[in-house]
Antibody, heavy 123, light 106 residues
Framework: EVQLVQSGGVVVQPGGSLRLSCAAS????????MHWVRQAPGKGLEWVSL????????YSADSVKGRFTVSRDNSKNFLYLEMNSLRAEDTALYYC????????????????WGQGTLVTVSS | IQMTQSPSSLSASVGDRVTITCRAS??????LNWYQQKPGTAPKVVIY???NLQSGVPSRFSGSGSGTDFTLTIRSLQPEDFATYYC?????????FGQGTKLEIK
Protein backbone atom coordinates (compact mmCIF):
# COMPACT_ATOMS: atom_id res chain seq x y z
CA GLU A 1 0.00 0.00 0.00
CA VAL A 2 1.38 3.37 -1.00
CA GLN A 3 1.76 5.69 1.97
CA LEU A 4 3.07 9.23 2.29
CA VAL A 5 3.36 10.20 5.94
CA GLN A 6 4.22 13.79 6.74
CA SER A 7 5.76 15.41 9.79
CA GLY A 8 3.61 17.24 12.34
CA GLY A 9 2.36 20.80 12.23
CA VAL A 10 4.42 23.69 13.51
CA VAL A 11 4.25 27.37 14.35
CA VAL A 12 7.20 29.53 13.27
CA GLN A 13 7.90 33.24 13.49
CA PRO A 14 8.11 35.45 10.41
CA GLY A 15 11.62 35.27 8.96
CA GLY A 16 12.15 31.84 10.47
CA SER A 17 13.06 28.51 8.92
CA LEU A 18 11.59 25.05 8.90
CA ARG A 19 12.08 21.68 7.24
CA LEU A 20 9.11 19.53 6.33
CA SER A 21 9.48 15.82 5.72
CA CYS A 22 7.46 13.19 3.91
CA ALA A 23 8.16 9.49 4.46
CA ALA A 24 7.28 7.28 1.51
CA SER A 25 6.53 3.57 1.50
CA UNK A 26 4.77 0.97 -0.60
CA UNK A 27 6.42 1.88 -3.89
CA UNK A 28 9.87 2.24 -5.41
CA UNK A 29 10.55 5.76 -4.24
CA UNK A 30 13.52 6.46 -6.50
CA UNK A 31 11.43 5.81 -9.63
CA UNK A 32 9.03 8.72 -9.10
CA UNK A 33 9.04 12.49 -9.26
CA MET A 34 7.61 14.02 -6.09
CA HIS A 35 5.80 17.31 -5.52
CA TRP A 36 4.86 19.74 -2.79
CA VAL A 37 1.47 21.47 -2.94
CA ARG A 38 0.08 23.91 -0.39
CA GLN A 39 -3.36 25.15 0.59
CA ALA A 40 -3.86 28.29 2.62
CA PRO A 41 -6.75 28.13 5.11
CA GLY A 42 -10.04 28.21 3.22
CA LYS A 43 -8.27 28.68 -0.12
CA GLY A 44 -7.41 26.64 -3.19
CA LEU A 45 -4.44 24.51 -4.11
CA GLU A 46 -1.08 26.01 -5.04
CA TRP A 47 1.69 23.93 -6.56
CA VAL A 48 4.99 24.65 -4.77
CA SER A 49 7.82 22.52 -6.10
CA LEU A 50 8.85 19.29 -7.79
CA UNK A 51 11.92 17.09 -7.69
CA UNK A 52 12.67 14.38 -10.22
CA UNK A 53 13.11 10.75 -9.22
CA UNK A 54 16.92 11.09 -9.22
CA UNK A 55 17.00 14.52 -7.60
CA UNK A 56 18.68 16.08 -10.62
CA UNK A 57 15.77 18.25 -11.73
CA UNK A 58 13.99 20.72 -9.49
CA TYR A 59 11.37 23.37 -10.26
CA SER A 60 9.65 25.77 -7.89
CA ALA A 61 6.84 28.28 -8.03
CA ASP A 62 7.87 31.92 -8.32
CA SER A 63 6.23 32.61 -4.95
CA VAL A 64 8.79 30.44 -3.15
CA LYS A 65 11.80 30.52 -5.42
CA GLY A 66 14.98 31.43 -3.57
CA ARG A 67 13.34 30.71 -0.20
CA PHE A 68 12.19 27.08 -0.39
CA THR A 69 14.33 24.13 -1.45
CA VAL A 70 13.05 20.66 -2.22
CA SER A 71 15.31 17.64 -1.75
CA ARG A 72 15.07 13.91 -1.35
CA ASP A 73 17.00 11.05 0.22
CA ASN A 74 16.37 8.00 -1.91
CA SER A 75 18.33 5.78 0.48
CA LYS A 76 15.81 6.55 3.23
CA ASN A 77 12.69 7.13 1.09
CA PHE A 78 12.23 10.67 2.35
CA LEU A 79 11.17 13.88 0.65
CA TYR A 80 11.96 17.25 2.23
CA LEU A 81 11.02 20.89 1.87
CA GLU A 82 13.42 23.37 3.40
CA MET A 83 11.60 26.66 4.03
CA ASN A 84 13.48 29.87 4.81
CA SER A 85 12.55 33.52 5.23
CA LEU A 86 9.02 32.51 6.06
CA ARG A 87 6.22 35.03 5.66
CA ALA A 88 2.68 35.18 6.98
CA GLU A 89 1.41 34.34 3.49
CA ASP A 90 3.26 31.00 3.65
CA THR A 91 0.77 29.85 6.29
CA ALA A 92 -0.87 26.79 4.75
CA LEU A 93 -1.38 23.06 4.82
CA TYR A 94 1.52 21.56 2.89
CA TYR A 95 1.00 18.29 1.03
CA CYS A 96 3.57 16.00 -0.53
CA UNK A 97 2.35 14.14 -3.59
CA UNK A 98 3.62 11.38 -5.84
CA UNK A 99 3.65 11.45 -9.62
CA UNK A 100 1.48 8.86 -11.32
CA UNK A 101 4.09 7.44 -13.66
CA UNK A 102 7.66 6.26 -13.32
CA UNK A 103 10.67 8.31 -14.40
CA UNK A 104 8.71 11.25 -15.70
CA UNK A 105 9.61 14.78 -14.63
CA UNK A 106 6.41 16.52 -15.60
CA UNK A 107 3.22 16.36 -17.66
CA UNK A 108 1.66 13.83 -15.35
CA UNK A 109 -0.72 13.82 -12.43
CA UNK A 110 -0.58 13.22 -8.69
CA UNK A 111 -1.94 9.83 -7.70
CA UNK A 112 -1.10 9.74 -3.98
CA TRP A 113 -0.98 12.52 -1.42
CA GLY A 114 0.25 12.82 2.13
CA GLN A 115 -2.04 13.85 4.97
CA GLY A 116 -0.66 17.37 5.02
CA THR A 117 1.44 19.40 7.47
CA LEU A 118 0.03 22.65 8.82
CA VAL A 119 2.60 25.42 8.85
CA THR A 120 1.59 28.58 10.69
CA VAL A 121 3.80 31.64 10.34
CA SER A 122 2.96 34.01 13.15
CA SER A 123 4.63 36.08 15.83
CA ILE B 1 -0.11 29.40 -17.09
CA GLN B 2 -3.35 30.67 -15.57
CA MET B 3 -6.18 28.23 -15.08
CA THR B 4 -9.72 29.60 -14.77
CA GLN B 5 -12.60 27.42 -13.64
CA SER B 6 -16.28 28.15 -13.93
CA PRO B 7 -18.48 28.31 -12.09
CA SER B 8 -16.84 28.95 -8.73
CA SER B 9 -19.76 27.29 -7.03
CA LEU B 10 -22.64 25.17 -8.15
CA SER B 11 -25.77 23.86 -6.47
CA ALA B 12 -27.25 20.63 -7.77
CA SER B 13 -29.45 17.75 -6.70
CA VAL B 14 -28.77 14.05 -6.44
CA GLY B 15 -29.31 12.55 -9.87
CA ASP B 16 -28.44 15.74 -11.77
CA ARG B 17 -25.82 16.01 -14.47
CA VAL B 18 -23.28 18.78 -13.92
CA THR B 19 -20.47 20.22 -15.99
CA ILE B 20 -17.49 22.21 -14.74
CA THR B 21 -15.25 24.02 -17.17
CA CYS B 22 -11.59 24.93 -17.02
CA ARG B 23 -9.79 27.29 -19.38
CA ALA B 24 -6.02 27.64 -19.73
CA SER B 25 -4.36 30.92 -20.63
CA UNK B 26 -2.40 29.11 -23.34
CA UNK B 27 -2.51 25.72 -24.99
CA UNK B 28 -1.65 22.86 -22.65
CA UNK B 29 -2.39 20.06 -25.12
CA UNK B 30 -4.09 17.39 -22.99
CA UNK B 31 -2.03 17.87 -19.83
CA LEU B 32 -5.03 18.60 -17.67
CA ASN B 33 -6.11 16.77 -14.54
CA TRP B 34 -9.17 17.00 -12.32
CA TYR B 35 -9.10 16.50 -8.54
CA GLN B 36 -11.87 16.10 -6.01
CA GLN B 37 -11.34 17.39 -2.49
CA LYS B 38 -13.63 16.86 0.47
CA PRO B 39 -13.28 18.91 3.66
CA GLY B 40 -10.38 17.87 5.84
CA THR B 41 -8.92 15.46 3.30
CA ALA B 42 -6.23 15.52 0.63
CA PRO B 43 -7.25 15.91 -3.02
CA LYS B 44 -7.93 12.80 -5.06
CA VAL B 45 -7.40 12.56 -8.80
CA VAL B 46 -10.55 11.66 -10.75
CA ILE B 47 -9.51 12.41 -14.35
CA TYR B 48 -5.98 12.61 -15.73
CA UNK B 49 -4.68 13.65 -19.14
CA UNK B 50 -7.98 15.39 -19.87
CA UNK B 51 -10.12 12.32 -20.41
CA ASN B 52 -8.68 9.31 -18.60
CA LEU B 53 -10.65 7.96 -15.66
CA GLN B 54 -8.45 7.18 -12.67
CA SER B 55 -8.67 3.62 -11.43
CA GLY B 56 -11.42 3.17 -8.88
CA VAL B 57 -13.31 6.32 -9.87
CA PRO B 58 -16.95 5.73 -10.88
CA SER B 59 -17.73 5.87 -14.58
CA ARG B 60 -20.24 8.70 -14.04
CA PHE B 61 -17.19 10.99 -14.09
CA SER B 62 -15.84 11.98 -17.50
CA GLY B 63 -13.50 14.59 -18.90
CA SER B 64 -12.97 16.13 -22.29
CA GLY B 65 -11.10 18.86 -24.09
CA SER B 66 -7.68 19.76 -25.39
CA GLY B 67 -5.71 22.89 -26.06
CA THR B 68 -7.22 25.55 -23.79
CA ASP B 69 -10.77 24.41 -22.98
CA PHE B 70 -11.70 21.45 -20.82
CA THR B 71 -14.76 20.06 -19.07
CA LEU B 72 -15.47 17.71 -16.21
CA THR B 73 -18.91 16.12 -16.34
CA ILE B 74 -20.57 14.16 -13.58
CA ARG B 75 -23.76 12.44 -14.63
CA SER B 76 -26.30 11.26 -12.10
CA LEU B 77 -24.77 12.99 -9.08
CA GLN B 78 -24.45 10.90 -5.95
CA PRO B 79 -24.29 12.22 -2.37
CA GLU B 80 -20.58 11.41 -2.14
CA ASP B 81 -19.82 13.62 -5.18
CA PHE B 82 -20.48 16.87 -3.33
CA ALA B 83 -17.02 18.33 -2.92
CA THR B 84 -14.68 20.92 -4.38
CA TYR B 85 -13.14 20.17 -7.76
CA TYR B 86 -9.87 21.56 -9.08
CA CYS B 87 -8.33 21.44 -12.51
CA UNK B 88 -4.56 21.29 -12.82
CA UNK B 89 -2.24 21.82 -15.76
CA UNK B 90 1.04 19.93 -15.88
CA UNK B 91 2.05 21.08 -19.35
CA UNK B 92 4.41 23.61 -17.81
CA UNK B 93 7.12 22.51 -15.39
CA UNK B 94 5.55 25.07 -13.09
CA UNK B 95 2.25 23.31 -12.59
CA UNK B 96 -0.82 25.33 -11.66
CA PHE B 97 -4.34 24.73 -10.39
CA GLY B 98 -7.64 26.40 -11.08
CA GLN B 99 -9.31 28.25 -8.22
CA GLY B 100 -11.75 25.43 -7.56
CA THR B 101 -15.46 24.76 -8.02
CA LYS B 102 -17.51 23.97 -4.94
CA LEU B 103 -20.31 21.57 -5.74
CA GLU B 104 -23.07 21.82 -3.15
CA ILE B 105 -26.32 20.02 -2.56
CA LYS B 106 -29.40 21.98 -3.60
Amino acid sequence: EVQLVQSGGVVVQPGGSLRLSCAASGFTFDDYTMHWVRQAPGKGLEWVSLISWDGDTVYSADSVKGRFTVSRDNSKNFLYLEMNSLRAEDTALYYCAKDGEMVRVNQGYFDYWGQGTLVTVSS
Amino acid sequence: IQMTQSPSSLSASVGDRVTITCRASQSINSHLNWYQQKPGTAPKVVIYAASNLQSGVPSRFSGSGSGTDFTLTIRSLQPEDFATYYCQQTYSTRNSFGQGTKLEIK
